[in-house]
């Protein structure tokens, strides 16, 4: 019988149940074990902040970011020899505006020895923001951007120029029996609403794919083309806020019938035809540890409107990161980004890295605890309204960080807290915390660097805790609680 013959009597390798990773360990790290007692002890004395555990005593996941925590390849290792730190021009320089042009467009990458320079490396996501808002901010006063839902530094960035950031987040976000796909949508009514009443004083508007502030949701084709409509009809222009753009348009792969037979690398451009710029973190989908880029299209409704600002820009660029040909980025950090950009449009890695996350969330759900599902692409989200609902817990009892406590001192997971101590405001003249619309904690999952088993360990302890929910202690800040972005900063004790 010929070899070829064998492949129709048996199963097809496609239908087994279970796959193995597209990926080997390339190098790995053992981790010292840490015990229960030396890890509690830790956690008092860091004031039961997670962000100042030391990650060196995590024995189990780190779930607290998947920015910048990327474990990359072995061509990216390799490619790190590659980088040529020169101050001006450096050879990773030219292969970056190769790559950005191939992915996004070359509207995005102008040759700025014949053009003018519309593409602006900074050294991550915030300082790209920092840069567009302060240069916005000056455009005029009671000014509003509205979006599917800003990020936490994007929304500072905006409120540090006094522009209001608006977040119009779906109706499907907020309904927990809905299987929309596209939870991270923008709510079109609204936004309609918004440009008839106010179209003069928003400056731009910004969609953030996938949603990380709307439980990391994704943005459907549809939307996008939607939004950018509306806000090109008022000539205003749109920007993504694109750091997880690739994981973005793998859910449109997979839900949008209409692009079902076409290749991320298609829909990517697709998506990227309909805005006027964008804003990025590499940290997520640039898969590196530093680096992020603001680029403005040519001809579009941003460059048209403001064709000051990318001088402002550069200037900016010059004060604060480094000349633009590497911005705030070393050399070799360029020529990592410019092979992580490679990757990470790649089917085989998007699919075992969105299974992973999807899969750790059915485990989850399996064992009865309340997650936003379906999950995005990037992290988990515990809905810690309904993880307390049968036990006394109020929302300034801040539930959310005695359990994140309790996950990384009892079992060395670290998770995040993003909900009514995150995103609530406590207001010193009256007393009194205002709590925002969704309280969440966050299992944020690192790209390619943890296993199954790792995950499957991280669901059980997180269910020995929600079986133990009512001994949950409640929480108060003994410092920090009326400061701004105060997760980064309180220390708490439990009551
Ligand atoms: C959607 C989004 N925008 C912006 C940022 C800011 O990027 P960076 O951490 O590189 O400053 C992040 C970071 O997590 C993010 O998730």
């Not at 030396?38 to 860091?46: Q, T």
């Not at 609204?190 to 928003?202: A, T």
């Not at 941003?302 to 604060?320: E, G, V």
């Not at 966050?442 to 079986?467: N, T």
Request: charged share 25%.
């Amino acid at each position: 019988m010929a070899v070829k013959d064998l492949n129709k009597i048996f199963p097809k390798e496609d239908s087994l149940l279970t796959k193995p990773r597209p990926y080997v360990n390339h190098s790995v790290e053992f981790k010292h074990p840490y015990s229960v007692k030396k890890r509690m002890e830790v956690l008092e004395k860091s004031g039961m902040n997670v962000f100042n555990f030391p990650a060196e005593m995590i024995t189990g996941v780190d779930f607290l970011s998947d920015s910048g925590t990327t474990t990359m390849t072995n061509k990216q290792w390799a490619s790190l020899h590659l980088g040529d730190e020169s101050y001006g021009s450096n050879k990773g320089y030219f292969q970056l505006k190769k790559q950005v042009q191939k992915i996004f467009g070359k509207e995005f990458f102008n040759d700025p020895n014949k053009q003018k320079p519309n593409a602006f490396i900074f050294h991550q996501g915030r300082s790209c923001e920092n840069a567009l808002f302060s240069i916005i901010g000056r455009l005029g006063t009671g000014l509003i951007i509205p979006s599917n839902g800003h990020f936490d530094t994007t929304e500072a960035n905006i409120m540090a120029n006094k522009i209001q950031a608006l977040n119009l987040f779906s109706k499907q976000l907020k309904d927990p029996l809905s299987n929309y796909h596209f939870k991270g949508d923008m709510d079109v009514d609204k936004l309609k609403d918004l440009l008839k009443k106010s179209h003069k004083k928003i400056p731009m508007g910004f969609l953030t794919i996938t949603n990380n502030t709307g439980g990391g949701q994704p943005v459907s084709m549809n939307n996008v083309q939607q939004v950018s409509a509306l806000m090109h009809k008022y000539d205003l222009p749109l920007f993504f806020d694109a750091c997880r753009f690739s994981e973005n348009a793998w859910f449109i792969k997979k839900y949008d019938k209409n692009y079902r037979n076409k290749s991320i690398k298609e829909i990517v451009k697709k998506m990227f035809t309909y805005v006027d710029g964008f804003t990025i973190s590499f940290k997520k989908d640039g898969l590196v540890n530093m680096g992020g880029g603001l680029f403005i299209k040519e001809d579009g409704y941003f460059q048209k409107k403001y064709p000051q600002i990318a001088d402002q820009i550069i200037n900016l660029q010059i004060l604060t990161e480094g000349h633009p040909t590497y911005g705030g980025m070393s050399g070799r950090d360029i020529m990592a980004l410019v092979e992580g950009l490679k990757t990470v449009v790649e089917l085989q890695y998007l699919d075992y890295r969105i299974n992973q996350v999807k899969t750790f969330c059915k485990s989850l759900v399996d064992k009865g605890i309340p997650v936003l599902t379906p999950p995005g692409g990037h992290a988990v989200y515990l809905d810690m309204n309904k993880f307390f609902e049968d036990t006394d817990k109020k929302p300034g009892d801040f539930g959310g960080i005695a359990f994140t406590a309790l996950l990384l001192g009892l079992y060395g997971h670290r998770a995040c807290e993003l909900g009514n101590f995150a995103f609530g405001t406590y207001n010193s003249k009256t007393k009194k915390e205002t709590f925002p619309e969704v309280n969440f904690v966050r299992f944020a999952i690192p790209r390619l660097r943890y296993e199954q088993q790792d995950l499957e360990a991280a669901a059980e302890s997180i269910k020995v805790l929600y079986d133990y929910r009512k001994q949950i202690p409640s929480v108060k800040a003994i410092y920090g609680k009326e400061l701004s972005l105060r997760h980064f900063k309180a220390k708490f004790k439990f009551k």
